[in-house]
């Protein structure tokens, strides 16, 4: 009967829209509704028809169904349907899709709220006593995690009191589905749609629902009677804020905006918490003029439980009060801070709140420091009184730690398997406790133990043990006591260190340790073998002698051993500090290389062919000299050798062998390479010698050959010079006494003719000038301007292109200058500053004089 009375009403509805519609609709039927085309429809008038039958109490399937009994093809019903469907508008007959668009519950004026958060301040929270007082932390860390921020995604809580601002949901379903949203006014009403407004500020959301439900049921018929079919559900959406005043002894006064879910938690947090001075068990939260709420903080920190589910309202007043009394625990205790009790607080609950005792603390007896009268007093609390002792305020309680010492603690320590420490049992004994230990090891000297006593006193004293005699039963057992530590020495500890040592043409010359029955040829593949240069039928090992004769250093005895070191070459055994000198082969050289660059036709590396090989030689072997070689102006640069202190050799010599032995491990490590031959030529000049470099980079056993000489001795370092030649001479006379012979690291060079003159020194203007034939040194002077006016001119000398120098010589005041060749240097050494005579040394010198010439003058009288 209610649904023809719905649809009936719909029908009338639709008349009246049909008649409202365009004329293609008109056209049609206007009241028959079988005639409906529904793609002629517009959204807006769907949209109409949907919101009309809403109102008439119709749900979309109701709606759909009715249409269909009406006469409406099934057709034209599915794409009426699918047109529902496809609208936005849809949202506000589906329950179910309504749901699922709205936004999730949200704080309402957020912005406020977080301006009453507490911002730690640099001096607050870098502020550090001498003491921590339990729980401040929980609210003012620098890195604050704990926030107690309300959860705005728990369910509605019916004690929940709305009041402006809060954000309502009703929700109504089952025969009739249908849902408003509405925000509480000021005023304290909701305003829903065709109901009007309802109060519901200062209501429960339970109370609020069935005041809700009152007024929606006159309208929709089902939510009432015996048996409804139509139910309303009434949620709270977005959150309003309140206002909550924190009083007392915060770090940070005031009136907050906060959440109305939130806590007396949230609203401290916001103020910083309880400062130095505030209470942590004793917070009051105060309504409209009445405690509803004490707060203990402790009951948070030490059993999780607090007062979470008191929601503040808006207006609260929450007071922290100063502390109540405060005492101080430290030593051997988990939480050792100061803490705040209330009246009736023993230790044991102290100890609660501090963690309990650490692992190591001493628990039977706590020492208490206690203000009576005017002074302190100390008290001993043992473990049966805690639950008894009755804590006041300024007590200062000390836990100690457990004695660092064992009731019942041996010790081994040596040549046996398994030193350490060991329980003493009773009856414990010196040979049991090395079983325990598992044995003696092989090389345990058993003529003598040590067991190290201490005495009740403190004191100890050594006790000697002839082990062996106890191990064999000769001698009586002995019997441990506490504390005892047994020292078993190995019969390495007593004795020196036995080692050999090998040096010579060996890659690895060295110190190794000894070994029993070794021979000369396992030593030699210690050390890496033989180098390219070793001869092994010359080599000796030098002995060292205990018993021989004052002039006597060491014994020497000659050894050969086969080149391939297999085994039978020498029978000879080693003995410790024996030393084997390998050596070289005689007719064994490395190949040595010399070098011609400048004006020559083939200039380039050559190596030695003969030991007697001459300049002239290697300057017919570089195919002479070509047109424009100067042979008065060649020099030969030679490596001159001295040697360096052997303090600061051995230290160069330590770098170079490791150096050495990173290009034995990695022949192609070019970084290694590099360095060795830049440690190697450090001292060379800017202009790199080309036979160095490609000897350090081709000859690595010549490296190999410099970085392994005898440790302890100098090592010539290599620097170069220029060696003044007459390669012109040499060239006509081949074989005289200027044609020198070469050395390995020579380089010839043979300049460009040379055209100029340079002069330096003490002229009026040191500059370069054209050589011209058959002219003298002062015709060069003159050309720079002459002497100088302090030019020392008895000093002139020539230094000449091939590096030879000539002075200038005089006899009778009559100066013979030196000649001057293409690219000769002329200079002038200066005689220095004058020095002027200050007057007293004028006057000094004249009297000096005059006193000198009385004398004479006296004497001759």
């Known amino acids: 009967m209610i649904l023809k009375t719905r649809f009936w009403y719909f029908l009338g509805l639709l008349g009246v829209l049909l008649f409202s519609c365009p004329e293609p609709l008109l056209a049609q039927q206007s009241t028959d509704i079988s005639s409906i085309q529904v793609d002629e429809l517009s959204d807006e008038q769907v949209k109409e028809l949907l919101s009309r039958a809403q109102e008439a109490g119709l749900s979309q399937d109701e709606f759909l169904q009715m249409a269909q009994l009406r006469g409406m093809p099934a057709e034209e019903v599915a794409k009426l349907k699918k047109r529902i469907e496809g609208m936005d508008s849809t949202s506000s007959t589906s329950r179910s899709t309504n749901a699922s668009k709205r936004d999730p519950r949200q704080q309402v004026n957020l912005n406020a709220i977080t301006q009453g958060i507490y911002q730690p301040q640099t001096s607050l929270t870098e502020e550090k006593t001498s003491t921590q007082i339990f729980g401040q ?106 206002q909550v005043n924190i009083l007392g002894e915060v770090r940070l006064p005031g009136t907050f905006t906060l959440s109305a879910f939130s806590t007396v938690f949230n609203a401290l947090y916001a103020a910083g918490g309880p400062n130095d001075n505030g209470t942590m068990r004793q917070i009051k939260v105060i309504r409209n003029n009445q405690q509803i709420a004490m707060v203990d903080v402790y009951d948070l920190l030490i059993k999780g439980t607090a007062e979470l589910d008191t929601q503040l309202q808006d207006q609260d007043v929450i007071l922290v009060s100063p502390f109540i009394s405060r005492v101080q625990i430290s030593g051997e205790v988990k939480r050792p801070m100061n803490f705040e009790i209330k009246e009736g607080d023993t230790l044991e609950d102290l100890l609660e709140y501090a963690g309990g005792f650490t692992d190591v603390a001493f628990k039977d007896r706590v020492a208490i420091s206690r203000i009576t009268d005017n002074q302190r007093s100390v008290s001993d609390v043992y473990q049966n009184q805690f639950g008894m002792f009755i804590l006041k305020g300024g007590d200062e309680i000390s836990v100690g730690k457990i004695l660092n010492r064992y009731s019942n ?285 490609q000897l350090a980079q081709t000859k690595k056993e010549s490296l190999d050959q410099i970085a392994s000489e005898t440790p302890g001795f100098a090592v010539k370092i290599k620097e170069t010079e220029a060696v003044a030649i ?29 055209q100029t003159v340079r002069m330096r020194g003490d002229v009026v203007y040191p500059t370069t000038l054209r050589h011209e034939k058959n002219k003298g040194l002062k015709h060069y002077i003159n050309g720079a301007g002459g002497f100088e006016r302090r030019a020392n001119r008895k000093q002139t000398y020539v230094v000449y292109a091939n590096g030879a120098v000539k002075r200038t010589k005089g006899f009778l005041g009559i100066r013979n200058y030196p000649p001057v060749e293409p690219g000769a240097e002329v200079i002038v050494p200066t005689k220095g500053p004058r020095i002027p005579l200050r007057l007293g040394e004028v006057v000094g010198i004249t009297t000096g004089l005059a006193t000198l010439a009385l004398v004479v003058s006296q004497i001759n009288w």
């Open 726 to 754: 007459d390669l012109e001479e040499i060239l006509q006379n081949p074989g005289s006494e200027d044609d020198l012979v070469l050395v390995e690291g020579d380089i010839l060079s043979v300049p460009k003719l040379l």
């Open 137 to 242: 932390s929980l609210f003012y860390q620098n890195n604050r995690k704990l926030s107690f921020e309300p959860s705005l995604n728990q369910a509605t809580p019916k004690n929940y009191v709305l009041g402006p601002g809060d954000v309502v949901y009703v929700d109504i379903y089952g025969q009739s589905e249908y849902y408003y949203e509405a925000t509480v006014n000021p005023d304290g009403f909701i305003l829903l749609d065709n109901i009007g407004p309802i109060a519901v500020s200062g209501k429960t959301i339970e109370e609020a629902t069935g005041i809700i439900k009152n007024r929606v049921g006159r309208y929709y018929t089902g939510l009432t009677g015996s048996n409804p079919n139509t139910f309303l559900q009434v949620t709270l959406g977005n959150v309003r804020t309140i």
């Open 409 to 693: 603690r041996v010790q081994i320590k040596g040549a046996v398997y398994r030193e350490g420490t060991f329980a003493l049992s009773d009856g414990l004994t010196l040979s049991q406790l090395i079983k325990n230990a598992e044995g003696l090891r092989g090389d345990a000297y058993t003529a003598q133990a040590s067991i190290l006593r201490t005495k009740k006193d403190l004191s100890t004293e050594m006790i000697q043990v002839n082990l062996q005699e106890v191990l064999s039963g000769s001698a009586p057992d002995i019997a441990l006591q506490r504390e005892d530590v047994v020292r078993i020495s190995s019969i390495y500890d007593i004795q020196n260190e036995q080692y050999v040592q090998i040096l010579g043409e060996v890659k690895k010359p060295g110190v190794y340790p000894y070994s029993e029955s070794m021979t000369v040829e396992e030593l030699i593949i210690s050390a890496g073998g033989f180098q390219e240069s070793a001869n092994p039928s010359d080599i000796e090992i030098a002995r060292r002698l205990e018993d021989a004769d004052l002039g006597t250093l060491s014994d020497i005895i000659p050894v050969q051993v086969n080149t391939d070191l297999s085994f039978g070459g020498s029978t000879e055994l080693l003995q410790p500090y024996d030393q084997i000198l390998v050596r070289k082969k005689a007719s064994f050289t490395m190949q040595k290389l010399v070098a011609v660059e400048g004006q020559v036709n083939s200039p380039g590396i050559f190596a030695i062919q003969s030991s007697g090989e001459r300049i002239s030689d290697l300057v017919k072997r570089a195919g002479g000299l070509n047109q424009f070689g100067y042979a008065k102006g060649a020099t030969l640069i030679r490596r001159t050798e001295f040697f360096n202190t052997e303090s600061e050799e051995i230290r160069r010599q330590r770098n170079l062998e490791a150096l050495r032995m990173k290009l034995l491990e990695d022949p192609n490590n070019s970084e290694a390479q590099e360095e060795l031959i830049q440690r190697l030529f450090t001292n060379l000049p800017s202009s790199q010698n080309p036979v160095d470099t």
